[in-house]
């Protein structure tokens, strides 16, 4: 059973830096996709990025690129996410998710962590 368990979230200030961490176990993920979504309070959920897990592809969305940084390391079985010049803007809860190979959608999702930017 896929399991995606989400670390690192906090109380940050504007500008500050953060690193999210996803422990994935349950299967080998060769071919999966490994993506970060966030969610703001009163909005719906929006995709952030994401990473090939075999390829190390990435996709960063528009208002993340440059700040937003999505990396794996295959030995430990971990997603990362570190974010710079953090803004109140990125206030969220942030979820890991994978997509397994030839499917379009997120299947398997973390319980999220939360992010928090005081200004």
């Known amino acids: 059973q896929v399991q995606l368990v989400e670390s690192g979230g906090g109380l940050v200030q504007a500008g500050g830096s953060l690193r999210l961490s996803c422990q994935v176990s349950g299967r080998a993920f060769n071919g999966y996709v490994m993506g970060w979504f966030r969610q703001a309070p009163g909005k719906e959920r929006e995709f952030v990025t994401s990473?090939?897990?075999?390829?190390?592809?990435?996709l960063y969305a528009g208002s993340v690129k440059g700040r937003f940084t999505i990396s794996r390391d295959s030995a430990q079985n971990t997603v990362s996410l570190q974010i710079n010049n953090l803004k109140p803007e990125d206030t969220a809860v942030y979820y890991c998710?994978?997509?397994?190979?030839?499917?379009?959608?997120?299947?398997?999702w973390g319980q999220g962590t939360q992010v928090t930017i005081s200004s």
């Open positions: 998710a994978a997509r397994g190979p030839g499917t379009g959608s997120f299947r398997y």
């Open positions: 990473i090939g897990w075999s390829t190390g592809i990435t």
